[in-house]
């Protein structure tokens, strides 16, 4: 019944929506947009957060607050798009221009299967929409709880004769359509941390799907990074030159060569536009969904340790067995030795100078036991600041640590 209700307060919301023109559902929009970066405490966090640990100290904070305001409103834009599409069935040349790659159009027009890979940039639901208007092609789509909901999505996504294909069976059907001579979607920007692979993206290890090479390296077809701007209104639509597979190398080798070209064309265009991306996803995402906890399922780890560190220094190791992946940063008193691997030690000498505006660190395990000192990173892009007195109970210290992150079913004597 909640379904069926949500489904009819799209659908009348969506009825209205598509009567306005594309300059009015953009002011809209932008409206909308700065009303969810206010009013979405989480999603505002989660994208300063990302803003800050890609640009760092390159960008102000003021620079990045922007960006991230440009990115909601980028996002808002899109979902009322959406709604306006059908009215522009076979008629996206009014919202749409392909900055046609000869390399990539020959290809198409000899009915040769590409693997397009791009990103949740401007409104990636245009690029699909445009191509299914000239030549045939599937895309990777991942379907939402809501039956009749994702019915109505795919009959905007499939409007023009392309098919969406849910990741359960995108592999063989991937395989298919590309030896079929059919183009295949992928929007593969998002994090994957069950993947081998990885690139430095903007400098930081991301955990990264390496399926769009995998894909071409088995059909023998190329990879296009394809890229989308929104300029005045009107998106560009570009592909990169063909990334072909190289079919006398191992596929151990060609599949990380191929998604390193690859990301490196799709960074360099997320870097020109950085508001037009969807930096609310967690991106930089390093735990998978194994032995820890949602709630402390973070990778950009801050540990406070107080003066006289002495009691603390034995149950570090600890913490990298729990976050093998994740990014742990120690304060620590000025001469303290930590020895963990892939771990940043930035020393004090007085309490004030705990208090840095680094909008990083997603969980802050305070040993320094400051509720002054959670709280400010509470207000940056911390979600749990965890006190030494929540930590420490009637077990041991180490004990007790282990049991409130890490997930019952996984409690082994490594551990404690």
Partial sequence: MMQFLI???????????????????????????????????????????????????SKSERERIH?????????????????????????????????????VLTLLQQKQGIVFLSAHQANWEVPFLALTERYPGIAIGRPIKNKLLYQLILSVREMNGGTIVTPKNAIRASLKALLQGKFLGIVGDQAYPESPYFYPLFGTRAWTASTPALLAYKTGCPLVVGTTQRIHGRYYISGSNPIWPNLNASIKEEVPRMMDKAMELLEKSLAEIPEQWMWIHDRWKQQGIDHVKRKYRYGFILITLPPDPT?????LPTFRQIYPRSFLTFF???GTQISLSECAVKWYEKESDLFVRDWRFQLVLDFYDSK???????????????????????SSLKETLVEKLVKPECLTADFI
């Avoid at 002054?372 to 009637?394: D, I, P, T, V, Y």
């Fill in 372 to 394: 002054k000192l959670r709280s400010h990173f509470l207000k940056l892009g911390a979600f749990e600041a965890l006190c030494l007195k929540n930590m420490r109970q009637k």
């Fill in 7 to 57: 489904y009819l307060i799209c659908r009348t919301f969506g009825f209205f929506v598509s009567q306005l023109s594309y300059p009015s559902l953009h002011r809209l929009g932008n409206y909308a947009g700065l009303c969810a970066y206010y009013l979405h405490r989480p999603f505002r966090k989660k994208a300063l957060a990302n803003l800050a640990i890609a640009f760092g100290d």
């Fill in 332 to 334: 620590a008193p000025k």
């Fill in 311 to 315: 009691p603390f220094l034995d149950i």
């Fill in 67 to 103: 960006i991230a305001k440009k990115s909601f409103q980028n996002l808002m834009i899109t979902c009322l798009e959406f709604f306006r599409f059908k009215k522009s069935q076979q008629h996206l040349e009014e919202i749409a221009i392909f900055q046609e790659n000869s390399a």
